[in-house]
């Protein structure tokens, strides 16, 4: 089956700590993006990415990095620069182009729960 | 001032009940308005998708566009107990990249 691979489900970080959040892709889409969700702010675009080796930094991404070494994955790290990293992450994926159809649009993961402990 | 703005609820329907979902923006530029559901713990799956202005219909879902007026709807009818998530607007401006901007989201509950 086609989709979005976040993982893990839950993960709980000390302070201080960096931690790496894993979102793969077998949809052979373009495009990649990190969104963060708190509750009642809807979800805020952290990076994106439209092509291998390449990304661009969305409304919040300080204290987060990324890399795009292959089409299919999109790690987000967390760094110890993030001062309130305690959200939903969620990943998504979609084609890029100027076609535009219900299929292309962006598809998402289940999400990875981070907890600062 | 935000973006888009969505009334947070929650709000509570009883079965069978028709609901309104809404939206305003204020980014000229997006051309293309998403409904995204979500269940509690889940990441949102694509419900409703418009191009510009005008109505979609599929099944119990009608979404509406009113460009004028930079607001969006989504209709339910036959309100289902499943129907329970939170309900996320989305929208997009036209070009390549298709990074997009959120409402804050509806919770909805459908009581049977």
């Known amino acids: 089956d086609g989709g979005i691979t976040q993982s893990p489900k839950y993960l709980f970080r000390k302070e201080g700590q960096n931690v790496t959040l894993s979102c793969e892709q077998n949809l052979n889409h373009d495009a990649m993006y990190w969104y963060r969700q708190d509750p009642g702010q809807g979800l805020r675009l952290i990076y994106y990415s439209q092509i291998v080796n390449d990304f661009q930094k969305g409304d919040i991404a300080e204290g987060y990095s990324v890399s795009r070494e292959k089409k299919e994955s999109f790690p987000l790290t967390v760094t110890s620069a993030q001062k309130n990293p305690t959200a939903f992450y969620l990943c998504a994926s979609s084609t890029h182009g100027t076609g535009a159809t219900l299929n292309t649009e962006a598809f998402f993961g289940q999400g990875t729960r981070l907890t600062v402990v | 001032q935000k973006e888009v703005e969505q009334d947070p609820g929650p709000l509570s329907v009883p079965e069978g009940a028709i609901v309104s979902l809404n939206c305003t923006y204020s980014?000229?530029?997006?051309?293309?308005f998403m409904w995204y559901r979500q269940y509690s713990r889940k990441g949102p799956e694509l419900l409703m998708y418009t191009y510009s202005s005008g109505n979609k219909e599929d099944g119990r879902f009608t979404a509406q566009v009113d460009k004028s007026s930079k607001y969006i709807s989504l209709f339910i009818r036959d309100s289902q107990p499943s129907d329970s998530a939170t309900y996320l607007c989305a929208m997009r401006s036209s070009g390549s990249a298709r990074q997009l901007t959120f409402g804050s989201g509806t919770q909805l509950t459908v009581l049977p």
């Open positions: 980014n000229s530029a997006f051309q293309y």
